[in-house]
């Protein structure tokens, strides 16, 4: 029996933590697990063999963070392939050796880098090093590819991509939360298991985080989100310190029933993480083993998301924004053409401003590099919100490229019935998971019946099944065509929706085309929205700025009982003035509620849109009228980052829009600094050393928060990663440093932070150091000597600006 047979025939059981085991059997602080398979092979078959014997059905290979950051002769280290070979290896001989069968799963963790455009890793990059292990643990025979430990779906599709594309393994993918059901991206629950089934894995689920008795309260949420097996990986807890050693709070009796209500609530995969040890999974196996395999599921309604927000087709219909489309927009065409990317995003927060929760992307203009230019435009969408986009496109070199370089799960916008577009369309839809819309013309054009309209949606829908793409994902566009040239065209329209609602086949369609031609189109198009939307239209592409096409769908949603209690009704008329008058920016939740981004001065605005350009002109036009640089930073520059940091804690904006913000506020200082003359307000703000400690090469937290302290005028002496404690205590003396900053994000490099604490502190009794991981907490912090913890770049910096009297 393969992995995918006994996937969805019997209850698993995965093993649990590898790095706290080594350091029982002596790996050093500081020192790379992974180079054991080479150098210690049988203690780490030892820890595979007691992990055997306890029960489990999957060993996880020690190849954790076996890439091509850390490894290879460019690094005077072992290389990957052979790594991995042995980690599969060894695996392999624990099961040998117990005389007994089970599935070896290719353990693949994060590269420890932040993919671009947030980070220095191109996208392209990272597939390319999860191919590398990918390669190499085929060869070796592997069973299976697992991805965990993921806290940026962005790097997720990177390692999935090259997991599917470099092998026929089949993948689970599991993701690391925080306690509010978020990933370091802003990514919810819903949006990154999404995004990981569209993409073929064959399971999905949780791993480390805050351990299982937080971690439970996030599997409804996923049960409702997709239908593949669940897993659920938890720590033993959180990390504490005692007698000098790190240690879980939760032990091997205390473990198997806080992992029973997973089982009981339909995970049908079960394990641990960091902490846990043989005699938890042990206890685990028996406590749950015989518990009823969850039935399969098939209710997770058709979805898709950007990196942070998921929309489906279930309730009221979807409004998608249709104004970055060039077509008859002389302006957006020009701004396309000069890459105004400003622009783009004005109309981007405009529309959702006004209600939209999709956008439509189309850039195509005559004369542009439409794959570069949809690709450009997309990655700065989603640098400024979280919400779906629609890929509207012809050409298929930008269809793939956009499809391929998308974070979440995308609408694709389209196929029709054309053999020659399904043959070159349905196999990139499938790829690359995106939900699509399906138009009803075929090589004999748009029929003029509902009849011949609905014979070619049937067309499609069983041609995109041929290619594994269900119903389900598809959305048919039945074509509104202009009622000034046939009176008969709406109705047309409106059968074609009732008969696709009949048969549970969701649609959508571009409003405004049946008033093409027409004086006052408003009033024909919302008219027709309403009856659309009563016939059971699932989604409309409209202009959401137009108040009669946004009115008739609120006012739908009151009549129709889908708005209960007219609530929504009454909230939008309430805020109608507003709306009119100013363009707020929409929550990066998707929630729709408005951020306070309309206070204040216009610099300080376009920092909390993120609007680089903006930021610009208005330093520029601030100079200009003879404001002086410093109260240009003190009363424009530094409270639209104090809002940002504000939103960003209170989880009303997330990481990309927090680094976007930051990026903004600095092309405004550049401008300052070649304004201010020598003096005072030349000096170089306070040093602060930042780097990550010893054996660790995961720097995304300590980049983050370098660019904000640079933001706020420290001068940030950056040492890098995987840096000695010796090292740091060297800068900190050079640089007369009263704040050194640690990053660690992995249980075994914990010692180094220790110990390069326990020096700088001996060595330099005034300097504070500040601490942050994902492995740390503020007891542990506290435990181990740090004068603080970091739960995130904004605190950090608002420590070190009381530290600083800023």
């Not at 009115?551 to 009454?570: E, M």
């Amino acid at each position: 029996m393969n992995f995918v047979e006994a996937l969805h025939s019997r209850r698993l059981f995965f093993d649990g933590a590898m790095g706290t085991m080594l350091q029982e059997a002596g790996l050093k602080p500081g020192e790379l697990p992974e180079t054991w398979n080479l150098l210690h092979p049988e203690k780490v078959r030892a820890i595979h063999r007691s992990y055997v014997d306890a029960g489990v059905d999957i060993l996880k290979t020690n190849t954790f963070g076996a890439n091509g950051l850390k490894f290879g002769a460019a690094h005077d280290q072992p290389e990957v392939a052979d790594l991995v070979k042995a980690g599969v290896e060894n695996a392999r001989a624990a099961f040998a050796e117990a005389g007994r069968e089970g599935f070896v799963a290719l353990d693949l963790g994060p590269t420890g880098k932040l993919l671009q455009p947030f980070g220095d890793l191109p996208f392209e990059e990272a597939v390319a090093l999860y191919a590398e292990q990918v390669q190499a643990g085929a060869a070796a025979g592997a069973d299976l590819i697992l991805i965990e430990t993921m806290s940026d779906s962005y790097e997720a599709k990177s390692a999935i991509l090259a997991a599917r594309e470099n092998s026929d393994l089949p993948v689970v993918c599991t993701f690391t939360f925080d306690e509010d059901g978020k990933l370091l991206n802003g990514a919810d629950v819903t949006s990154a298991l999404v995004m990981a089934e569209s993409l073929g894995v064959a399971a999905v689920g949780f791993n480390c985080g805050q351990g299982p008795d937080t971690l439970v309260k996030l599997v409804p949420q996923a049960l409702q989100a997709v239908d593949i097996p669940l897993v659920a990986n938890p720590n033993a807890g959180l990390p504490v310190q005692k007698d000098g050693h790190t240690v879980f709070h939760i032990d091997a009796e205390g473990y198997a029933p806080l992992m029973v209500p997973f089982a009981e609530a339909g995970v049908s995969v079960l394990g641990g993480c960091c902490g846990t040890t043989p005699a938890h999974i042990a206890n685990l196996i028996k406590a749950c083993r015989d518990l009823p395999m969850p039935a399969p599921r098939t209710g997770a309604p058709c979805a898709i998301c950007g990196y942070g927000t998921a929309v489906d087709f279930e309730g009221m219909p979807v409004i998608i924004g249709e104004r970055i489309n060039p077509t008859g927009k002389k302006r957006l065409k020009e701004a396309l053409k000069a890459q105004n990317m400003d622009y783009v995003c004005q109309l981007a927060l405009e529309q959702l401003d006004r209600g939209a929760q999709v956008l439509d992307v189309n850039v195509g203009v005559p004369g542009v590099d439409e794959p570069a230019l949809i690709e450009k435009v997309i990655l700065t969408l989603q640098s400024i919100t979280s919400v779906p986009l629609q890929i509207d496109t012809s050409n298929i070199q930008a269809m793939e490229r956009a499809l391929r370089i998308y974070n979440g799960r995308p609408l694709l916008n389209s196929v029709n019935g054309k053999a020659e577009n399904m043959a070159e369309v349905l196999p990139l839809a499938k790829k690359y998971g995106a939900a699509l819309v399906g138009l009803c013309l075929d090589e004999g054009g748009i029929a003029d019946t509902a009849e011949g309209r609905l014979k070619v949606a049937d067309k499609v829908i069983a041609e995109a099944g041929k290619y594994g793409i269900p119903a389900r994902d598809m959305v048919m566009d039945p074509l509104a065509m202009t009622i000034s040239t046939g009176g008969e065209n709406a109705q047309i329209d409106l059968e074609v929706i009732r008969q696709l609602k009949k048969r549970h086949i969701k649609t959508v369609m571009g409003v405004s085309n049946i008033s093409f031609g027409l004086p006052s189109r408003d009033a024909v198009n919302s008219a027709f929205f309403a009856l659309a939307m009563e016939a059971g239209l699932s989604a409309g592409i409209i202009n959401p700025n137009s108040a009669p096409m946004m009115q008739a769908y609120i006012a739908y949603g009151a009549l129709s009982g889908k708005d209960a209690g007219c609530k929504k009704y009454v909230e939008y008329f309430a805020n109608a003035p507003q709306l009119v008058a100013v363009a707020k920016t929409p929550a990066a939740d998707g929630s729709g509620a408005p951020v306070n981004a309309d206070q204040g001065s216009s610099i300080q605005q376009a920092i909390i849109k993120g609007l680089t350009t903006k930021v610009e002109q208005g330093v520029r036009q601030a100079l200009a009228d003879g404001k002086p640089a410093l109260a240009i930073i003190n009363e424009d520059m530094i409270p639209g980052l104090n809002v940002v940091g504000d939103l960003f804690e209170k989880k009303k904006l997330f990481l990309p829009q927090l680094l976007v913000s930051a990026d903004a506020a600095k092309a405004g200082f550049e401008i300052l600094k070649q304004s201010i003359a020598t003096g005072a307000s030349t000096e170089k703000g306070e040093p602060i050393v930042i780097c990550t400690v010893k054996g660790d090469i995961h720097d995304i937290g300590k980049n983050i928060v370098k660019v904000l302290l640079e933001n706020y005028g420290y001068q940030v002496i950056d040492l890098g990663k995987d840096v000695p404690p010796e090292t740091v205590l060297e800068a900190a003396k050079e640089h007369d440093a009263k704040l050194v900053g640690l990053s660690a994000l992995m249980t075994t490099t914990v010692g180094a932070m220790e110990d390069t604490i326990k020096l700088l502190h001996k060595e330099l009794p005034d300097c504070k150091i500040m601490v942050g991981g994902a492995v740390m907490t503020a007891e542990y912090a506290r435990t181990i000597g740090a004068d603080f913890y970091g739960a995130n770049a904004v605190a950090s910096v608002n420590y070190a600006n009381e530290l600083f009297h800023k």
